[in-house]
């Protein structure tokens, strides 16, 4: 049945052969006991996803209530946050957690879901880097169930996001009822629903305004806080420079902020500014920041929900989850909180 751990067929000589390597090579590919050209690693990588292998981990045994997490857990505040919402609702359930970075990168992503499958987890929680089809392919061989947190993926797994669009466009939609026509948009990283889902909302936002913004509006982040930086940078030497920014997550939001101290500006005298994700210090800024807030904890106990069903019936429809956030009204924006 769907779901369930079909019996391992595939060989390590089988992945030696599909990568055109030795089958030392694939052992100290997957062992980490030597370094290996990143090339090499990559193709063994592609051939054990092609194949389904999963190899044995010495003296760890099959069902041991544990749920491996591949995310960017160390890079990202906002995973650090789902985990511990995760970890919280798995530990009542007799559950603990197996974390694999994946550094936001398709193929870190696959070397770390193979990791947690040598390991023999439960189920994974995967929040994917992009087209996760290769992953998802794996794990399915593999028998593991799959919980994708964050982003949606066009596969047919469990999946448990954040709305993005109509969040965003009630940012657009606070700036423009206080004045402001130039609102440009700092986005995230190509290639990721929560980008595309973001940029859709600051498009909609504007569009219900009559808001007609120039393409140069638009600028990449890249969803980290060096790019977002040079983002506002970039902004600021437009002819016309807008009078207010949407960021589209946590970690830009602090290169922004990084941007306009380097300009001298000031927040929100200068440049009216909001945030898409909160943080948990963020009324500890001056001014406090206006942002739509994420329920972290909520999407992490959501999604060990989601994976600890499927555990107990692989033959369940997959499911999707849609997690509405709120809109935390502060002095960001440029006008006084509401009570």
Avoid at 78 to 93: I, K, M, N, Q, T
Avoid at 197 to 218: C, K, S, T
Avoid at 321 to 333: D, G
Wanted: proline share 6%; glycine share 8%; charged share 25%.
């Amino acid at each position: 049945m769907a779901g369930r751990r079909p019996r391992q067929t595939a060989t390590m000589s089988d992945v030696a052969r599909l990568a055109g390597v030795s089958v030392s090579t694939v052992s100290h590919v997957l062992n980490k006991t030597r370094a290996v050209a990143p090339e090499t690693a990559r193709l063994v990588h592609d051939a054990v996803a092609a194949c389904g292998y999963v190899p044995e981990k010495a003296h760890q045994e099959e069902g041991l209530g544990i749920i491996g997490l591949a995310m960017s857990a160390i890079s990202n505040p906002y995973f650090a946050d789902v985990v511990h919402g995760l970890d919280r609702r798995a530990s009542r359930e007799g559950y603990s957690l197996l974390l694999a970075e994946t550094h936001d990168d398709p193929d870190g992503e696959l070397r770390a879901v193979s990791e947690l499958l040598r390991r023999k987890v439960s189920a994974i929680v995967l929040a994917p880097s992009g087209d996760t089809g290769r992953t998802l392919d794996y794990a399915r061989r593999a028998g593991v169930p799959v919980t994708v947190l964050d982003r949606f993926v066009r596969h047919e797994t469990d999946q448990i996001s954040v709305e993005n669009v109509e969040s965003t466009a009630r940012l657009v939609d606070h700036l423009a009822e206080t004045g402001h026509t130039r609102i440009a948009m700092i986005s995230g990283r190509p290639g990721l629903a929560t980008t595309d889902e973001r940029i859709q909302g600051y498009r909609l936002g504007l569009e219900r305004h009559g808001i007609a913004a120039p393409d140069e509006y638009l600028v990449p982040g890249r969803s980290q806080a060096g790019p977002a930086q040079q983002a506002i940078a970039d902004l600021l030497s437009l002819s016309r420079p807008p009078t207010a920014v949407v960021v589209g997550n946590n970690q830009m939001t602090i290169g922004a902020m990084r941007g306009l101290r380097d300009a001298g500006l000031r927040v929100p005298d200068d440049l009216a500014l909001v945030a898409f994700d909160d943080f948990e210090w963020s009324d500890l800024f001056q001014p406090r920041l206006t942002a739509i807030a994420q329920p972290t904890s909520t999407i992490g106990e959501q999604a060990f929900e989601l994976a600890l069903s499927r555990i107990a019936d692989p033959d369940l429809a997959p499911r999707r989850v849609l997690v509405q956030p709120t809109f935390q009204h502060r002095e960001s924006c440029g006008c006084a909180p509401a009570d």
